[in-house]
């Protein structure tokens, strides 16, 4: 079964930063399309970023046009456990935000419905 329990959320004031942790079980973080998603109240679930790595060679990392230069996508595999690294946080970063996963690489953030797999968020709040 499945498990990606996302953590590290919170408040904090514009130009503040967050690092956000998602903890996979169940599949493992390499060789699998990992993302993470937001939802603002009222809009729909927008891709952030995305990460494929295979080996010690292979590395893609995909980013939305709205977090580009803000944002960093990674994982370590010895702890099965990607992070959101989250700079220059403006009040419009403000979201419920996802972890999720599906299998295979991936090509691009993709949309909500190319995943499989979801965590229940953790809650970014940035106050201006």
């Known amino acids: 079964q499945v498990q990606l329990v996302e953590s590290g959320g919170g408040s904090v004031q514009a130009g503040g930063s967050l690092t956000l942790s998602c903890a996979a079980s169940g599949l493992t973080v390499s060789r699998n399309c990992m993302g993470w998603f937001r939802q603002a109240p009222g809009k729909e679930r927008e891709g952030v970023a995305s990460?494929?790595?295979?080996?010690?060679?292979?590395?893609?990392?995909y980013y939305a046009d709205s977090v580009k230069g803000r944002v960093t996508i990674s994982q370590d595999n010895a702890k099965n456990t990607v992070y959101l690294q989250m700079n220059s946080l403006k009040p419009e970063d403000t979201a419920m935000y996802y972890c999720?996963?599906?299998?295979?690489?991936?090509?691009?953030?993709?949309?909500?419905?190319?995943?499989?797999?979801w965590g229940q968020g953790t809650q970014v709040t940035v106050s201006s």
């Open positions: 999720a996963a599906r299998p295979g690489r991936c090509w691009s953030v993709g949309s909500r419905y190319e995943y499989n797999y």
């Open positions: 990460i494929y790595t295979a080996g010690n060679s292979i590395y893609y990392s």
